[in-house]
């Protein structure tokens, strides 16, 4: 069993060691170790040239990230958190997305930019916010939500490979999960669909974070009789779309689960994509678990009332199958 | 620079026809900064400009007919018609872009400089901006950043006294640029934008400075545009007089008159010069004309690198 941080510190060092482009900033990402300790070690076995600290200007070491990958570097910066990402939004939406195409394909920008989304911890507002779906409607970048240890190492090989650039969004209460891990493993594709947990009368749809919440209300249903699917998204961008219809093609339902505010959020996406593409497979309305409308509170009890939790998540699939 | 002028009054007229459509801004009084800076680097350093770039693309190789193929959006343009006039691009010329945001060119040179530090190559990243994104926490932080990683980016800043309708004095706290910086450790000079001579002067010692050192450098160039911002542009925020002024300092009418003082080239030449430029246009506009349209079938192509459908 191995932890997520490790799994993509062992990432990390694999693609240190065999390529020479690969390179690391952010902000603390050398003395410090990391904010979450992901990096912790780098320094020391790669020296600052690799493992470069950053000052504090997002907007501008994002920059050079992209500037670096035009210019025949594979860099993976790391944006502390997603909170901190808005500073940098700029050259994400403006540089990085558009520059192969607004160049008629002459330039790329092979960037892969790794940052910690969502709530959980009680740090409040300003370090709460989970955006993935702000930026999984960007065309030209892709986007990547690694739920298990496995795809936290995968996701990060495969980003750093990409010719696009790719942004990898790792849910903070993720860190310290542990899981099973094989730094050999085959590479699965990144942009597929998983089922998580196969069932026949309920399709639980989630991605990061959330999918942990999602099995254990699978779990609970089971005790109820009740056959829960368990979708993992794993890529927001491209969304696998066939999986998400094929899932309730086989259970006719569906309950999406998101810990973005629900409005706008990738959760209505699946739902709008289920409605276009597989409207006459559904028994029942689609039924979004999302964060409640409003800044995420620091108080736990509020916090919690905020997220999505899986009583929800349990009582939708129940009401879904008609016996809520 | 008659290159510059000519290209650029031909572009105003088939805004006018309809021909170009979008944003479109000229550089039209502020050649010498172009061509100067642009004559005073090598093949192999790195240029990222702004949305004023005709210029630049211009004089750094990238053919006229591309250009203005670019600017009708035709397939047959320097970025196959996604770009238009404010995105000129070139792999071969090294020419990373017309940026329309204003500073967000800045750290894309930072990363250029970065990568060639990493890579061991000798290559200066020059960054084209206009005073106003010396107002950017951008310019700032790429400053910082540069001289902090000692990477070798020239900063080149176009001070032509407005951002769009701000006059320099109205959006600059302390009304001069060449201050900040210093202030991170950035040699900084002052040199006159309107004298083609003095500019390719400065830019070759500043680029070899960085090339050298592997430290960045400041320059701003002091110059004027003659014409309104973009086309879309009443110029409420200046004086007929004001422009007048300027115009006496025109940097094409300057060399000229020096040239032809100095006999380093006749009347005839100057025919000749202009008789050649002309022919050019000429033949970049029917490029332009002859030009496909891009199959809308091929839209999504150079998204992503493969087709994610
Ligand atoms: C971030 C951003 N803010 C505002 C604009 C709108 N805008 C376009 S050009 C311009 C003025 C820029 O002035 P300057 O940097 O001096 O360049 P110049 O046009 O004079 O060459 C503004 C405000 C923009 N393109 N980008
Ligand atoms: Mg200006």
Redesign the interface.
Known sequence: MTTYREAIRTALRRLLLEDSRVFLMGEDVGRYGGAYAVSKGLLDEFGEDRIRDTPLCESTFVGAGIGAALGGMRPIVEVMTVNFSMLALDQVVNNAAVMRHMSGGQFEVPIAVRMATGAGKQIAAQHSHSLENWYASIPGIKVLAPATVQDAHDMLLAAVEDPDPVFIFEHQMLYGIEGPFDPNATLSSPWKAAVRHPGSDVSLIAYGGSVHKAMTAAEELEKEGISAEVIDLRSLRPLDRPAISASVSRTHRAIVIDEAWKTGSLASEVSATLAEEAFYELDAPIARVCTREVPIPYAKHLEDAALPQVPAIVEAAKRSVGNG | MLRIRRLEEKSAELYAKQKIRGFLHLYIGEEAVGVGAMRALRDDD?VVATYREHGHALVRGIPAGEIMAEMYGKAN???????GSM?L???ERRF??G?A?VG?G???????????K??GESRVTACFFGDGATDE??FH??L??TA??ELPVLFICENNRYAMGTAFARHVSDNDIVNNPPAYGVHSETVDGMDVVAVERAVHNAAESVRETGEPRFIELRTYRFRAHSMYDAELYRSKAEVEEWKKLDPIEQLKDRALAATLITGADIETIERDVAREIEEAVQFAEQGEWESIDDLA?????RD??
């Open positions: 790195n343009g320097c970025s196959g018609g996604r770009g995105h691009f070139s792999v990373y872009g940026h945001i967000g800045l750290p894309i040179a930072v990363g250029l400089a970065l990568a060639n990493m890579k926490g951008e932080e790429s910082n950043l902090l990683w192509r150079h998204t992503y690198a994610l459908s």
